[in-house]
């Protein structure tokens, strides 16, 4: 039986190089018929379901768990729990079967990234990355060729540096964190701090991926957060 996630709206996903990683697990897991309109292997541009969201995750997270040329218990424990804390035991249990094939498997991020591309907007793009930091974050150590794919992947998927170096930012702190995160230099004035976080706030807010669904706008949030903490962070040094 498809967990709830990945019954909520199966589309895009299935296509292209995407569909074809997982199409052993769809024979597997469908009964016959049961998401035909919404899990044909179109390429017509419709919106990103909980479903789309979660495979195309699972594709990147493999790639990057994958980025130091071996993948260990441990690191498979530590997705388990982000996965059963981010999305429920059951669905959990189904996107770990998931997973496990596709870090058997070799693709080329590229081919994935053009067809992510085709359908998810900005926003959703950003909350993969950031999704993808937070895995990688779980054992408590991000290593530095783990960035590295995570940022190739981020040009594949045409994010801009100063965002990736945002999301890093939140993840990853040093003495300019607070300022990265908010996408502006130590250097910038008051009202330039006050503008950026106007617009970070706006483009990061909660609201821009409800269509995915709590679980998805749960992890939003921890965003949205990490944007108040270090405009809130800023203020207080500099007496705002």
């Given at each position: 039986m498809l967990g709830r996630i990945f019954g909520a709206g199966l589309g895009w996903a299935f296509a292209g190089p995407i569909g074809g990683l997982i199409g052993w697990w769809l024979g597997g897991q469908l009964d016959g018929g049961q998401v035909t309109s919404q899990s044909g292997f179109s390429t017509i541009k419709q919106q990103t379901k909980p479903g789309d969201f979660a495979i195309a995750l699972l594709v990147l997270v493999a790639a990057v768990m994958k980025a130091d040329g071996k993948v260990v218990k441990s690191e498979l424990d530590y997705?388990?729990?982000?996965?059963?804390?981010?999305?429920g035991r059951e669905n959990a249990t189904e996107m770990l079967i998931l997973l496990k094939n596709l870090l058997e498997q070799n693709y080329y991020i590229y081919e994935v990234a053009q067809q992510i591309n085709r359908h998810m907007n900005s926003a959703e793009k950003l909350?993969?990355?950031?999704?993808?930091?937070?895995?990688?974050?779980?054992?408590?150590?991000?290593?530095?060729?783990?960035?590295?794919?995570?940022?190739e992947i981020a040009q594949h998927l045409k994010i801009k540096s100063a965002d990736v170096d945002a999301i890093q930012a939140i993840f990853i702190k040093d003495n300019k964190s607070f300022y990265k995160i908010l996408e502006i230099d130590p250097s910038a004035s008051d009202q330039e701090v006050k503008k950026a976080y106007r617009s970070m706030a706006t483009r990061f807010h909660p609201d821009k991926v409800e269509h995915l669904g709590p679980d998805f706008q749960k992890m939003a949030d921890e965003k949205f957060k990490a944007i108040n903490e270090a405009y809130q962070q800023i203020k207080s040094e500099r007496g705002i």
């Open positions: 997705v388990k729990q982000f996965l059963i804390k981010s999305f909350q993969l990355l950031h999704v993808m930091f937070g895995v990688s974050q779980a054992d408590g150590h991000i290593d530095q060729i783990e960035i590295d794919v995570i940022r």
